[in-house]
């Protein structure tokens, strides 16, 4: 079945950095687009950033642009999310997302805290 496990997640004071893996198993990663979200306390869940099959092309939401970058391997069936410059308000739970055969699939996140 479908698996999609984030890590990488911890408590950073603003202006440090977090990588976030998402591994996956269970589909051929190395065909389908992957995805990055998060949620932050009493917000609705929100896009991140997309990274399409092969890696050639990635898209942000303006709030990270230029500071978080989206990559993946697909020899080891992982997507990675760097963050930089992190801000108290990129505080979340981070979620991994693909599509697979027209059906969503999530992970179960992975809490970034930011905060001096």
């Known amino acids: 079945q479908v698996q999609l496990v984030e890590s990488g997640g911890g408590l950073v004071q603003p202006g440090g950095s977090l990588r976030l893996s998402c591994a996956a198993s269970?589909?051929?990663?190395?065909?389908?687009?992957m995805a990055w979200y998060r949620q932050a306390p009493g917000k609705q869940r929100e896009w991140v950033a997309t990274i399409t099959s092969g890696g050639g092309s990635t898209a942000y939401a303006d709030s990270v642009k230029g500071r978080f970058t989206i990559s993946r391997d697909n020899a080891k069936n992982t997507v990675y999310l760097q963050m930089n410059s992190l801000k108290p308000e990129d505080t979340a739970v981070y979620y991994c997302r693909t599509f697979v055969r027209d059906i969503p699939y999530w992970g179960q996140g992975t809490q970034a805290t930011v905060s001096s």
């Open positions: 269970g589909f051929d990663f190395s065909i389908y687009a």
